[in-house]
């Protein structure tokens, strides 16, 4: 889905060896992936548009941090900074301008539903919950998985379909009320009846497993590094909070639960504290 690398050898300081973005420009709803090799025992953090970035070490000696762009972020130019702290306390810097352009999402889409399900009273509380399970100032170190990244509906791949993707910009209609919300989708939507097995897409931890009143029966998977897998709607949940699954193994069933038009798997992937275009992660892997 990127263009090209933007990697920088000279002109960093001397705390920093290289240092590499991949995937410029960036597009709303993208990852950024950004690798930077440090000499010895220097911590790194800094930041992407406005987020922090987490670093971790990768098998190749390098440090990766991944940090998503959000769906509706204007374009336009925006700071990447890198702070490296050496052993002795000091910190050296530096900083970048990238490009973040359009995601050419749809836009359009309106969804007649429950108008107690658009209620703010129902949908805040239930926006900060999942929040406060998604978004961290101190992700889980271990990376979890490895490779790219499966589709959780390949178990019926040949008969599913896109019902909506993501980035599209949505009005979600109270029936039989004037009550209009406009709010954009947050994942992709695969197409299928009640009871089909969801997948694993990666292997991670089940950091929540229940019921939802606007996301029906929910899952959500630790990937580690910050990334977070959420399955709404499902008709049945088949994991366990604390369970550790693998790519491929069934965590639940499609169903209807929930905010819905009719039974179908929801699947969104959240890179510390955004959500992001799951496809993109379907296309290439990360690191």
Same mark, same amino acid.
């Given at each position: ?26 597009? &709303? ?32 000696? #390098? ?7 959000? !769906? ?17 306390? #000091? ?5 970048? @301008? ?5 995601? +050419? ?5 309106? @969804? ?17 919950? @999942?929040? #406060? ?17 499966? #589709? ?22 109270? &029936? ?32 929540? !497993? ?6 029906? +029966?929910?899952?959500? @998977? ?49 890179? +510390? ?15």
């Amino acid at each position: 889905p990127g263009e090209s690398n933007g990697a920088v050898t000279s002109g960093l300081p001397s705390a920093f060896i290289s240092a590499e973005i991949r995937d410029l420009p960036i597009k &709303q709803g993208g990852t950024g992936l950004i690798k930077v090799v440090t000499q010895p025992d220097v911590k790194l953090g800094g930041i992407l548009v406005d987020k922090p970035l987490y670093f971790f070490p990768n098998e190749d000696g #390098s440090q990766v941090s991944l940090q998503g762009v959000h !769906a509706l972020l204007e374009p336009g130019v925006y700071p990447l900074r890198l702070d490296a702290t050496l052993p002795d306390g #000091s910190v050296q810097s530096y900083e970048q @301008l990238i490009l973040i352009i359009s995601g +050419n999402y749809l836009t359009g889409e309106s @969804l007649p539903v429950d108008p107690s399900l658009i209620d703010p009273a129902v949908t805040d509380p239930e926006q900060k919950q @999942l929040e #406060s399970i998604t978004i961290t100032t101190t992700p889980t170190p271990t990376r979890f998985w490895q490779g790219q990244f499966l #589709s959780p509906a390949i178990a019926y791949a040949e008969s599913t379909y896109f019902t909506s993707r993501y980035g599209t910009r949505r009005v979600y209609l109270g &029936q039989g009320t004037d009550l209009k919300v406009n709010w954009w989708h947050t994942g992709v939507d695969f197409g299928g009846g009640d009871g089909l097995a969801i997948t694993a897409p990666a292997a991670g931890q089940v950091i929540f !497993a229940g019921p939802l009143t606007v996301r029906g +029966n929910a899952t959500i @998977l630790d990937h580690g590094w910050g990334v977070y897998s959420g399955f709404w709607h499902q008709s049945a949940i088949q994991v366990q909070v604390g369970q550790t699954v693998q790519q491929g193994d069934v965590i639940g069933l499609v169903g209807g639960t929930g905010r819905v038009t009719g039974a179908h798997l929801h699947w969104e992937l959240w890179v +510390n504290g955004v959500q992001v275009d799951p496809l993109d992660w379907l296309n290439q892997p990360y690191p």
